[in-house]
């Protein structure tokens, strides 16, 4: 239960910085479709249960072959510009922000949310670190079943942090009105164009070497 909780902690924490999979939850907040965003942050805790439990059992080569690295890479770039674009230049329609949910198709925004964690392969030397941390200290004793429950936890506890992040926009966002969130909408289409951006030119570079 100590590894459970412990887990649950640091994943927690882990998605509180601002970042891609941040970003497009909350846009999917603010466009009152938060079961997506759902699906996009349990995406992100599956992947969380992935890596950190392939870090916890010495496993980290098997996800970090350069092949599969680049096939998300590319992925992720066409998913943030299609997504950045049509966020920054194109209307939220008005209906959608009202408080209806949208709730076909949801299973491929848990997709969505896998392939935007994978694309950034800083996690997998992220959760390495956090393993030998846990192991060399003994935060939890290094057994089978502990290994197991804390990288459950750091999934539940990413969940949870998208969960709240969702609950927040839902409370603050009846403060704006259309336009407002619209503009605010736009704001994060902005950041994340920047975003694609980096991601393209460090994609140019990886694919020119």
């Not at 896998?114 to 030998?132: D, E, M």
């Amino acid at each position: 239960m100590i590894a459970l909780i412990v887990g649950f902690v640091i994943g927690f924490f882990t998605s509180v910085p601002i970042g891609p999979i941040n970003l497009a939850v909350m846009m999917k907040g603010f466009a009152n479709k938060a079961g997506q965003g759902l699906m996009i942050g349990a995406g992100a805790g599956f992947m969380d249960v992935v890596y950190c439990g392939a870090a916890m059992f010495g496993m980290s080569t098997l996800i970090s072959n350069p092949k599969i690295a680049l096939v998300f890479q590319i992925a992720t770039f066409a998913i943030f510009l299609i997504f950045a674009v049509k966020t920054t230049f194109f209307n939220i329609p008005e209906a959608k922000l009202r408080p209806t949910e949208d709730t076909p198709g949801l299973k491929r925004y848990l997709l969505v949310g896998i392939v935007l964690y994978l694309s950034n392969p800083s996690f997998i030397a992220y959760w390495i670190t956090v393993a030998g941390i846990i192991h060399s200290y003994r935060v939890v004793q290094p057994t089978v079943y502990n290994d197991v429950m804390f990288a459950t936890g750091t999934g539940v506890g990413t969940f949870g942090w998208y969960f709240v992040l969702l609950e927040l926009v839902k409370r603050y966002k009846v403060r704006f009105d259309a336009r407002q969130i619209q503009n605010i909408t736009r704001a994060f289409g902005a950041i994340l164009l920047i975003i694609t951006a980096v991601m393209g030119w460090n994609l140019l570079n990886t694919l020119l070497k």
